[in-house]
């Protein structure tokens, strides 16, 4: 497992190196408080390059590429890549603030639970994928991604992007095979534990244009039919 990989994505007619000033701070500070791992920031062809076009029988590349909003692209990339290469998965957003990434242990998966907000408080129990750790070929990961791109496949709107793609459909995931007895090697990282202490979530240039959970109120989550 690569463990001392640090990734995050960046879809954008930028070219890699002319990210925003912003998100590069958060990327040293990545560097920072872990001189030891690598930080890669990979574009739509570098996904596609290690993912390939075909992920468990699903067309990811044809899939990606009919979903309307950036953010849900890159949900189902960091899935697909962290399965592929595993190692640490990281939104552009995030900005350590100390060192933590030598306390996760190798073979597991690990989750944040959402950072608080006006609308969420207390996240407690809503684990989301702005952070993932993870070995790779994990069989939680799996069950995500197909979870995601079944949604996908059968064009979902229900439950907006969080519901496809995001949140919500990591959650499904999780209380079905707690139902079933399933049990993965995760671990959930406390809100309380990570946001502030860890890690804070920093506002984002790139939105500049609108988030997501608003312009999914306007427009279907995808552009055309597979």
């Excluded at 190196?17 to 998100?23: G, M, T, V």
């Amino acid at each position: 497992m690569n463990k001392r990989n640090v990734f995050a994505i960046w879809i954008s007619p930028e070219a890699n190196d002319n990210l925003p000033e912003d998100i590069q701070t958060n990327i040293k500070a990545w560097k920072k408080y872990h001189p030891d791992y690598s930080f890669d920031v990979y574009s739509l062809d570098d996904c596609f390059s290690i993912i390939g076009n075909n992920i468990f029988g699903f067309p990811i590349k044809e899939m990606v590429e009919t979903c309307r909003f950036i953010a849900m692209k890159s949900d189902v990339l960091r899935l697909a890549l962290i399965y592929k290469i595993g190692g640490v998965y990281t939104d552009l957003k995030n900005k350590p603030v100390t060192s933590f990434l030598e306390s996760l242990e190798q073979n597991k998966v690990y989750l944040c639970e959402h950072h608080p907000t006006e609308n969420k408080p207390d996240p407690q129990g809503c684990f989301y994928n702005s952070f993932i750790s993870s070995p790779p070929n994990s069989p939680l990961i799996k069950d995500i991604i197909v979870e995601v791109l079944t949604n996908i496949k059968n064009r979902q709107e229900t439950g907006g992007v969080s519901g496809v793609s995001g949140s919500s459909a990591i959650l499904r995931v999780l209380s079905r095979a707690k139902s079933n007895d399933k049990v993965y090697d995760f671990e959930g990282l406390s809100y309380r534990e990570v946001w502030g202490k860890k890690m804070i979530r920093t506002a984002a240039s790139y939105n500049a244009t609108g988030h997501w959970s608003t312009l999914q109120k306007k427009e279907s989550l995808y552009l055309h039919q597979l």
